[in-house]
Every structure is written in structure tokens, then in C-alpha cells.
């Protein structure tokens, strides 16, 4: 038995819907959820969002209208002044109604702070055991709390880069990287670890502690 379940999240930051457009062509999810402004861009995809969630603030009441009757789509609404934003309620509605696997578009367009806070909450994803990922047309971001392997083909882009999201991160191994390590620990402040490139068809990391940001892009 299979028990993966897929969701997408729309949210309201910047995107760039020619790519997510041509992304989607190529993915399917169980659930799909928009955030907000995010309705917009879920407008703009033509696709039919499973649960919308939001305080709705910076979506147009045009198109949320649009949306007010259609059958089968679980509202989740919440006034402005909160203390979670509404991609970490979207978060949570996505792990509610079991989702393991959660892909995040329009979390790094726009302001910075979204930005941070929005990367900040894959950990969240990754410590009630749901896979999170935010993905734009440069990048893939993830979190990992342990050894993974990156294979030619699949990564995102070129560059892979790791970064510590712990203030500690100890005896980190890259094999099969331009950039080889073997045990090495690394500290909030260092850039030590960035624009790495698979040399080998797979390349892997391992460590012994701490948890790393992994950004996969290209230019």
C-alpha cells in the first residue's frame, strides 16, 4: 500500500507562470491548496484548488468570488492579525488532511522576509515528517536533517549548495562533488559550502549532526 499523498502549494509571493506552467505539465498532486494572492496565480494556471487558506488580504474580491461557490473547495479562513503567516497555515492544512510530500510555489518572490520565513518553515515540514520543498524557476530548496544523494539528471540545476540552518553543523562528507569534504564542521556565518557541483553520476552528503539548507540552481 502506498501511502503518499502529494500537495501543492499556490501562495501569494512573485512567480513566474510561464514556469509554473511548464512545470505543472509534469506533476500531479492529490491535493492543491492556494494561498491567499496566490488565487490569482491559481486562476492564471487553470487549476481548481482542493482548500484555500488565508486572511485574503491581497487577493482581488473578483476572483474570490469566483471561488465562493464552487463546489468540493474547504475554506479556511482567518483574520489579518495572527500569529502564523498563511503559508504556514497552508502548511498546516496540507499536513492535516495528510499530506506527505508538500511542493511550495511563489514563496521567494517578493519580500525578504517572506522569503526567510518561508524556508524557515520546510523545517517545520521536515520535523512532523512531511518531505517540503519551494521551487522556483532558478531553484529547489529543501531541508535536510541527514545523508542524501544527488543524481545527474534529477538535481535542479547546476550548483548545489548547503547551508547550515543549525548553528552547528558536524562532519559533513561530500563525495562525488567538484568540492569533496570528509568531516568537516561548519558554523552559521560561513559560505564554505556553497555553489558545489556533481562530478560523479551521484553524488552524497553525510553528517553527523545539525541540519543544512540544500539549494539546488542554476543561473
Known sequence: MNDKMTGLIVTGGQM????AG???KNQTFDKVIAVDGGLAAIKRLALV???IVGDFDTVSPEILEEYVNHP??????HKP???ETDTELAINTAIKIGCTEVVILGATGGRMDHCIGNIHLLYACVQQGVQGSIIDE????????GSRSFHAGEVWGKYISFLPLTEEVKGIT??????PLTMKDISIGTSLCISNELVEETGTITFTSGVLICVESHD
Open 81 to 83: 492579525e495572527k500569529d
Open 138 to 145: 532558478k531553484n529547489r530548496i529543501t531541508i535536510l536533517r
Open 22 to 24: 511548464l512545470y505543472l
Open 49 to 51: 484548488p482542493d482548500c
Open 16 to 19: 513566474d507562470l510561464e514556469f
Open 72 to 77: 468540493g473547495i474547504t475554506w479556511d479562513v
Open 174 to 179: 561530500l563525495t562525488g562533488f567538484k568540492y
